[in-house]
């Protein structure tokens, strides 16, 4: 079974950077794609970005040219590197790892979130 373990978030001030880090407790070489979410009090859960399994890159329209996600050579740990935030980036940030060949039923697995709070 595939655990994903965030770490990185906390509290940050307008302008201000953080870098997200999503680690696989197995290899995730095999899955399609690693994502990041956020989802804001009361807001809808959003797509913030997705990185292929060939390494293709995907970002919502609000953190264009300010995040950007990554992983590393073994493909265990994805990273999300967010700059110049802003307050509306306030919001739980969870990792999603997605397989198109079901794990024991499983297609998509999710870590437990890392609050991320910008402060104006």
């Known amino acids: 079974q595939v655990q994903l373990v965030e770490s990185g978030g906390g509290l940050v001030q307008a302008g201000g950077s953080l870098r997200l880090s999503c680690t696989a407790s197995?290899?995730?070489?095999?899955?399609?794609?690693s994502s990041w979410y956020r989802q804001a009090p009361g807001k809808q859960r959003e797509l913030v970005a997705s990185i292929s399994r060939v390494g293709v890159t995907t970002y919502g329209d609000s953190v264009k040219g300010r995040f950007t996600i990554s992983r590393d050579k073994s493909m265990k740990t994805v990273y999300l590197q967010m700059n110049r935030l802003n307050p509306e980036d306030t919001a739980v940030y969870s990792c999603?790892?997605?397989?198109?060949?079901?794990?024991?039923?499983?297609?998509?697995?999710w870590g437990q979130g890392t609050q991320v709070t910008v402060s104006s």
């Open positions: 197995g290899s995730i070489a095999g899955f399609s794609s």
């Open positions: 999603n790892a997605h397989t198109p060949i079901p794990i024991r039923g499983r297609s998509d697995f």
